[in-house]
Every structure is written in C-alpha cells, then in structure tokens.
Nanobody, 130 residues
Framework: QVQLTESGGGSVQAGGSLRLSCEMF????????LGWFRQVPGQEREGVAA????????YYADFVKGRFTISHDDAKNTLYLDMSSLEPEDTAMYYC???????????????????????WGQGTQVTVSS
C-alpha cells in the first residue's frame, strides 16, 4: 500500500523560505517519478517540480525556476521541496505526487499533468503574505 504524507507548510512573508517534506511508504524510488503540484481554489492543479527515476532529470515550472529545489533522500525515502524568495502568488495547497513504473515518456507527461499521477498526498497549505 502506498502512502504519501506531506508536512512543512505554513504562513510566511514575501521573500521568506519554507521546506516541504513528503514521507513515502511502500514506494520504490528507482522506478517511480516523484513531484510536487499545487492548487489554488477554483483553479486547476498545476505541476511545480518533478524528479525522474534515479534522479537523473529534474523539472521546474517557469514560475518557480531559480527559487525552488526538488530533492530526494534515499535513506529516509522522503521527497523535499525547498522554496525560497516566496511570493504571494505561491500561496496554494501543495501536493506530493507519484507516478509508478515511470519511464521517460511517463516522466515528460507526469511532471505537469495531474491526470498522469498514480498517487497523491493529502496536501499542505502554503500562505505567503505581502
């Protein structure tokens, strides 16, 4: 059984930083794509960052490039999203995501396509005030 559990969300002022964590159970990272999506009420869920099986490739949406970093700790089986220079526009619910048995084609779709996700976490709220 697969379980994704996010933590680390909160309220910060613009320019601040946060680290989101996603602890994963029952997942074999060597075959999975992992990533972060976010959603604002009334809007579609959008891809933020992703990492391919084995960590060979990473993806960042244009609106977070240079500010966010995705990483994975193999020993802890935990996915991270380090966020800096946060902006009010980054306010959203952030979700950890997994695509099981993920090849390169899957990765290219998974990284920005919510319907390509196999498993979701419950989400963690990030609120950035101006």
């Amino acid at each position: 059984q697969v379980q994704l559990t996010e933590s680390g969300g909160g309220s910060v002022q613009a320019g601040g930083s946060l680290r989101l964590s996603c602890e994963m159970f029952g997942i074999f990272k060597t075959r999975d794509c992992l990533g972060w999506f976010r959603q604002v009420p009334g809007q579609e869920r959008e891809g933020v960052a992703a990492i391919s099986p084995g960590g060979r490739m990473t993806y960042y949406a244009d609106f977070v490039k240079g500010r966010f970093t995705i990483s994975h700790d193999d020993a802890k089986n935990t996915l991270y999203l380090d966020m800096s220079s946060l902006e009010p526009e980054d306010t959203a619910m952030y979700y950890c995501a997994r695509k099981a048995e993920c090849d390169t084609v899957d990765y290219l779709r998974f990284r920005s396509t919510p319907t390509w996700v196999s498993d979701w976490g419950q989400g963690t709220q990030v609120t950035v005030s101006s």
